[in-house]
């Protein structure tokens, strides 16, 4: 029950709260640039993308450590969910200064990415550091190209997707090294499928 009271805690806090980071944003070092109003656009849909991307991460790293009956593996994820708070706050932080929204839709990203998360920690522990480990590969991938995509003045922006881009591989690894299974191919194309209409989505709405 406590364990489902801190998920409650945790929704309540990702959708309606402003997040707050434990550590400066990446952003802090660089001024804002002289963006057009095309690029702003851009990368403001990008960064909306990037802040569903970490509601999702939330609901996922909450909804496992609720379910998971092992101790070290709960405060493993309960530690990833912090830090992934952090991710959250940056790119609040940067939709703020650009101008730009979150998505509408978060309530329901939230409540698809923690359904999920509970029906793979239900399989095995494996099972859900496997779909972490998945995520995390496919949101690295998906932050690579958004560097390339980000405007070259904007280096603020491109400091906070660099960071995230470093966790989320670090997370991946670290996923992998506490024995997640590797999840048959089929379970990543759905997963990549299921991201791409996520992403396409967040990016207008």
């Avoid at 990446?26 to 001024?31: D, F, I, S």
């Avoid at 906070?160 to 999840?183: F, I, P, W």
Wanted: proline content about 4%; some cysteine.
């Amino acid at each position: 029950m406590d364990a489902f009271l801190t998920a409650a805690d945790n929704a309540l806090r990702t959708l309606f709260a402003t997040p707050r980071a434990s550590q400066a944003s990446p952003a802090a070092a660089h001024a804002e640039a002289a963006l057009t109003p095309a690029q702003r656009k851009l990368t403001g849909s990008l960064m909306r993308v990037n802040h569903v991307g970490e509601v999702c991460a939330q609901a996922l790293y909450t909804a496992q450590a609720a379910v998971t009956r092992d101790e070290p593996l709960r405060q493993h994820l309960l530690a990833a969910a912090r830090e992934e708070t952090d991710h959250l706050a940056w790119t609040q932080e940067r939709l703020d200064a650009l101008g730009a929204r979150p998505s509408v839709l978060n309530p329901l990203w939230f409540a698809g990415a923690f359904a999920l998360g509970l029906v793979a920690a239900k399989v095995s522990d494996q099972v859900s550091l496997g779909f972490v480990a998945e995520t995390e590969n496919q949101v690295a991938a998906h932050l690579q190209r958004h560097l390339a995509r980000l405007p070259a003045e904007d280096l603020a922006s491109r400091a906070v997707v660099a960071r995230m881009k470093d966790d989320e591989e670090r997370h991946a690894a670290q996923a992998l090294a506490e024995g997640a299974t590797v999840l048959p191919a089929p379970a990543r194309a759905l997963m990549r499928a299921a991201a791409k209409v996520m992403t396409t989505t967040a990016h207008h709405i």
